[in-house]
């Protein structure tokens, strides 16, 4: 620490070469800290994924339902544990800009099916009771306001009423569920399949996918072919998956996210690595008569050498605190696309391990310059 100001003032020697320097480095892990955000907020979903649970849906495509009668088929196979369906409902509250994730589901199935997903008995009871009640998720319930009693008007994209053909579908909160460990997984709202299938215009006696949990996990690769294998050649044939392979599946379909972000942040860090390599070296250029001196008074060619690094870490440890910071700040505001308010510390550490791999990589050769520095030389100006 007794170097400090040396180290700040050498650092601060061209100001305006530094303040740019500065801020090349802290856009590049705002950009950083950003991106490997989403990328692991993203794939913290499918790290999550349940092993015991395996979801059917059609082969062709997810968005073509399923028969309600494969229910019972599927309860029958051997291994089944226990069987749940929802549909993808499509809707948004007031203005298309508020989307809201919504699923018509047997309450008592689908609650059994996610134990992680918790709800008061009570209020499990009352939305059974009540055709037109729906549960809603703690971050929904949050994000609008929204109070237990409430009636709500869903927009649905999809789905027409048959009494009125209108879209848009009213139902009134009978409670909430959460998951304290995920609460990206409660920003939805869940209402009964029953009274869903019988106001709907069309597509009756359909749901859009099963959710299957298995009596040992070990055996999905045998069950879910045993399930295909069932209605193979059927008019609705199925696709079944574990769920960490659907929500793998699904990510695929906006293409290999992770390769681009990381494609981005390289090309990012290898200008970075350029730029703030040159102006080590140019700087250490411009300081070899003070290096000398330096010399000359005592010091070391490792304490020059680790001066010229310390220097670089500085520098770069500095921007990088400032970058991420910023990600941290602006990273709330994605919330409502992948359901995570605050940066994970995992990025936040990676990008402190990255920023001090960048500095001694581009503080290494000018560090070596000053350490072989010939006194007499130096200040002869050879």
């Given at each position: 620490m007794k170097y400090l100001p040396l180290l700040w003032a050498a650092l601060w020697r061209k100001k305006a070469r530094t303040i740019f320097t500065l801020f090349s480095i802290i856009v590049a892990f705002l950009l950083f800290g950003m991106l490997q955000g989403v990328n692991s907020a993203i794939h913290r979903g499918i790290d999550m994924s349940n092993v015991n649970r395996l979801n059917v849906f059609n082969r062709y495509t997810f968005t073509e339902p399923l028969p309600f009668a494969y229910l019972t088929q599927l309860e029958a196979v051997t291994g089944v544990d226990a069987v749940a369906y929802a549909t993808w409902?499509?809707?948004?509250?007031?203005?298309?800009?508020?989307?809201?994730?919504?699923?018509?589901?047997?309450?008592?199935?689908?609650?059994?099916?996610?134990?992680?997903?918790?709800?008061?008995?009570?209020?499990?009871?009352?939305?059974?009771?009540?055709?037109?009640?729906?549960?809603?998720?703690?971050?929904?319930?949050?994000?609008?306001?929204?109070?237990?009693?409430?009636?709500?008007?869903l927009n649905s994209m999809i789905w027409t009423k048959s009494s009125d053909g209108n879209s848009v579908w009213n139902f009134e909160i009978m409670g909430i569920f959460d998951n304290s460990a995920d609460r990206s997984q409660t920003?939805?709202?869940?209402?009964?399949?029953?009274?869903?299938?019988?106001?709907?215009?069309?597509?009756?006696?359909?749901?859009?996918?099963?959710?299957?949990?298995?009596?040992?996990?070990?055996?999905?690769?045998?069950?879910?072919?045993?399930?295909d294998k069932m209605f193979a050649n059927s008019a609705n044939e199925t696709k079944t998956q574990t769920e960490k392979e659907s929500a793998q599946g699904?990510?695929?379909?906006?293409?290999?996210?992770?390769?681009m972000m990381n494609a981005i942040i390289g090309a990012v860090f290898f200008t970075l690595l350029f730029l703030t390599g040159n102006t080590m070296m140019q700087s250490v250029r411009?300081?070899?008569?003070?290096?000398?001196?330096?010399?000359?008074?005592?010091?070391?060619?490792?304490?020059?050498?680790?001066?010229?690094?310390?220097?670089?870490?500085?520098?770069?440890?500095?921007?990088?605190?400032?970058?991420?910071?910023?990600?941290?700040?602006?990273?709330?505001?994605?919330?409502?696309?992948?359901?995570?308010?605050?940066?994970?510390?995992?990025?936040?550490?990676?990008?402190?391990?990255m920023a001090i791999l960048l500095a001694l990589v581009i503080g290494a050769i000018p560090a070596l310059r000053a350490q072989r520095l010939n006194i007499v030389d130096a200040l002869a100006g050879r």
């Open positions: 409902f499509g809707s948004y509250y007031q203005d298309p800009k508020n989307f809201v994730f919504s699923f018509p589901v047997d309450p008592q199935r689908y609650f059994d099916m996610y134990p992680e997903l918790k709800v008061d008995k009570a209020q499990l009871e009352a939305l059974e009771h009540t055709r037109d009640g729906a549960l809603v998720g703690f971050e929904a319930m949050q994000k609008y306001g929204w109070k237990i009693g409430d009636r709500i008007p920003n939805s709202v869940l209402f009964n399949h029953d009274y869903f299938d019988e106001a709907r215009a069309f597509g009756k006696g359909t749901v859009g996918w099963y959710v299957v949990r298995l009596k040992d996990p070990t055996h999905a690769a045998t069950v879910a072919a045993t399930i699904f990510i695929k379909q906006f293409g290999d996210i992770g390769f411009e300081r070899v008569p003070e290096l000398a001196v330096l010399k000359t008074l005592g010091f070391t060619d490792n304490t020059v050498f680790g001066l010229v690094v310390a220097e670089s870490l500085l520098l770069c440890v500095l921007a990088a605190a400032l970058g991420l910071g910023l990600a941290q700040l602006l990273f709330p505001a994605l919330k409502n696309f992948i359901g995570v308010a605050t940066l994970p510390p995992r990025v936040t550490a990676a990008g402190f391990g």
